[in-house]
């Protein structure tokens, strides 16, 4: 299973990354159709897969009380934020800052996603 998520991993990042990834450890050739070089392709590529994955799990998923329905949509409406603000926000006014925000970031919505995802319940789909 960690081999084909390596695998899936690395044809993700020969879409996005420039021609830096070799195919193998070590190996001479590189590899990349640079979708990085344009602003438009990720926002599109991206959102497209950050919708789906909404889609997905509202369809397996419906709330079991008040806070199901509505502490999603607000986790979803910060990451949103989140990743507007990354792209077209400034850059971080330190290094200090950058790594308050990569906690507070990386680890808020791990901890949010919990305990909206305990007010939800799997549901067979439609």
């Given at each position: 299973m960690?081999?084909?998520?390596?695998?899936s991993?690395w044809?993700?990042?020969?879409?996005t990354?420039?021609?830096?990834?070799?195919?193998?450890p070590?190996?001479?050739?590189?590899f990349?159709?640079?979708l990085?070089?344009?602003?438009a392709?990720?926002?599109?590529i991206?959102?497209?897969?950050?919708?789906a994955?909404i889609?997905?799990?509202?369809?397996?998923t419906?709330?079991?009380?008040r806070?199901?329905r509505?502490?999603?949509g607000?986790?979803?409406?910060?990451?949103?934020?989140?990743?507007?603000?990354?792209?077209?926000?400034?850059?971080?006014?330190?290094?200090?800052?950058?790594?308050?925000?990569a906690?507070?970031?990386?680890w808020?919505?791990?901890?949010?996603?919990?305990?909206?995802?305990?007010?939800?319940?799997?549901v067979?789909?439609r």
């Amino acid at each position: 299973m960690v081999g084909l998520l390596a695998v899936s991993h690395w044809v993700l990042d020969w879409v996005t990354h420039r021609p830096d990834l070799p195919l193998w450890p070590g190996g001479a050739g590189r590899f990349g159709l640079g979708l990085w070089n344009s602003v438009a392709g990720p926002l599109v590529i991206e959102s497209g897969m950050f919708i789906a994955g909404i889609v997905v799990y509202f369809r397996c998923t419906q709330p079991r009380d008040r806070t199901g329905r509505y502490a999603m949509g607000s986790l979803l409406a910060v990451l949103t934020f989140f990743y507007l603000a990354d792209r077209f926000g400034r850059p971080p006014p330190s290094e200090q800052a950058l790594g308050w925000f990569a906690l507070v970031g990386g680890w808020l919505p791990v901890a949010w996603s919990d305990w909206a995802d305990r007010h939800r319940v799997t549901v067979s789909v439609r």
